[in-house]
T-cell receptor, first 119, second 112 residues
Framework: GAGVSQSPSNKVTEKGKDVELRCDPI?????LYWYRQSLGQGLEFLIY????????KSGLPSDRFSAERTGGSVSTLTIQRTQQEDSAVYLC?????????????????FGNGTRLTVT | KQEVTQIPAALSVPEGENLVLNCSFT??????LQWFRQDPGKGLTSLLL?????REQTSGRLNASLDKSSGRSTLYIAASQPGDSATYLC???????????FGDGTTLTVKP
């Protein structure tokens, strides 16, 4: 079946512009995650959605970052007034279950990411 | 706060060699541990998932073990091939909101 789809695959933007990154998770997956991977760095958690619960925004680095998930499916990560330090690969993952006992056998499935370059 | 460490950061081996990658974590209250590989410029591909109640999982030439009490996991790769060259990441999933914490990865190079 179809995996996690992210668009665009590459985005170059000028400093100060807003960008939107899209993630289409695997159908039926209730949990959706955004991570950021800067050059040569590990994965940094940004935000997590689970069903209709309030999202866990604890990883968002500043109030310029926001995300929404419409209808429990597609998610959009928005970065306002982009800065050069925002340049990174933004990875989206989905999982059949995001919390509780269902998480024991619930793997993460990642998309190929969006490479964002802020000039 | 969960912390995940992977040692070594980089490893280079000749083709055919068996090798072990290490992952350690500080909080043993986990739901599962997942190993991934990442090729340059690509996303993460899931290799193996071990539930907290399990000790090991096998897939082809890969075997992952988990010792939850000591906070350690190993990924064993048998008869390595140049196509195994990639960065290998481990991630532990905890009960706190279900999010996973990642190590920084081990970059493996298998030389023909």
């Amino acid at each position: 079946g179809a995996g996690v789809s992210q668009s665009p695959s590459n985005k170059v933007t000028e400093k100060g512009k807003d960008v939107e990154l899209r993630c289409d998770p695997i159908s039926g997956h209730t949990a959706l995650y955004w991570y950021r991977q800067s050059l040569g760095q590990g994965l940094e958690f940004l935000i997590y959605f689970q069903g209709n619960s309030a999202p866990d925004k604890s990883g968002l680095p500043s109030d310029r970052f926001s995300a929404e998930r419409t209808g429990g499916s597609v998610s959009t990560l928005t970065i306002q007034r982009t800065q050069q330090e925002d340049s990174a690969v933004y990875l989206c993952a989905s999982s059949p279950s995001g919390g509780g006992a269902g998480s024991y056998n619930s793997p993460l499935h990642f998309g190929n990411g969006t490479r964002l370059t802020v000039t | 706060k969960q912390e995940v460490t992977q040692i070594p950061a980089a490893l280079s081996v000749p083709e055919g060699e068996n090798l072990v990658l290490n992952c350690s974590f500080t909080d043993s209250a986990i739901y599962n541990l997942q190993w991934f590989r990442q090729d340059p410029g690509k996303g993460l591909t899931s290799l193996l998932l071990i539930q907290s109640s399990q000790r090991e999982q096998t897939s082809g030439r890969l075997n992952a073990s988990l010792d939850k009490s000591s906070g350690r996991s190993t990924l064993y790769i048998a008869a390595s091939q140049p196509g195994d060259s990639a960065t290998y990441l481990c991630a532990v999933r905890g009960p706190n909101a279900g999010k996973s914490t990642f190590g920084d990865g081990t970059t493996l190079t298998v030389k023909p």
